[in-house]
T-cell receptor, first 114, second 113 residues
């Protein structure tokens, strides 16, 4: 079974803090994704990575950066957290980029920025 | 550009009754379509997917979906819902070679006794 884990289920941070969200997958998947989930908006792609050290912006990259130093690990970084970044963050991975592949999701991190 | 519309934000259904969730997509090429479910406090789990072939797709937990190209729809159905089906359901379309998905806004399903 594919397993995607996220470092925290719940996180509370203060405005201006640097925040790291970690995601690890254990199935040697090539591509990894970070989504943000908000009520009424579904999931929106922040960034994705198709290889170690390779990344591409998604639909809403502003205020975020990412790091992928190892194939199994993909980190989302909020350089200076703001209240409008309070949200649920979901990580996903996929074997390759083939459209027939399935994305596997982690349990999510609910981030609150005060 | 691709888009996914789930017209129903919230649906309430009685346990044992049938359920249908609507999904309409806009995409220029052959769509790759997915339904995911998110139970409270959980990540997303794949229910089923459609790429080609038979337009009626069977998934897990007794769900099925029908692809109708003429209506640009991929509606999800279950003949008899269980209390454990209470969750949020997301329709998504895959549209590029990186495996990216475009999601709908989701439909929250509440199951009453």
């Amino acid at each position: 079974d594919v397993k995607v884990t996220q470092s925290s289920r719940y996180l509370v941070k203060r405005t201006g803090e640097k925040v790291f969200l970690e995601c690890v997958q254990d199935m040697d998947h090539e591509n990894m994704f970070w989504y943000r989930q908000d009520p009424g908006l579904g999931l929106r792609l922040i960034y994705f990575s198709y290889d170690v050290k390779m990344k591409e912006k998604g639909d809403i990259p502003e205020g975020y950066s990412v790091s992928r130093e190892k194939k199994e690990r993909f980190s989302l970084i909020l350089e200076s957290a703001s209240t409008n970044q309070t949200s649920m963050y979901l990580c996903a991975s996929i074997m390759t980029g083939m459209r027939t592949d399935t994305q596997y999701f982690g349990p999510g991190t609910r981030l609150t920025v005060l | 550009a691709q888009s996914v519309t789930q017209p129903d934000i919230h649906i309430t259904v009685s346990e044992g009754a049938s359920l249908e969730l609507r999904c309409n997509y806009s995409y220029g090429a052959t769509p790759y379509l997915f339904w995911y479910v998110q139970s409270p406090g959980q990540g997303l789990q794949l229910l089923l997917k459609y790429f080609s072939g038979d337009t009626l797709v069977q998934g897990i937990k007794g769900f099925e979906a029908e692809f109708k190209r003429s209506q640009s729809s991929f509606n999800l159905r279950k003949p008899s819902v269980h209390w454990s089906d209470a969750a949020e359901y997301f329709c998504a379309v895959g549209f590029d070679s990186w495996g990216k998905l475009q999601f709908g806004a989701g439909t929250q399903v509440v199951v009453t006794p």
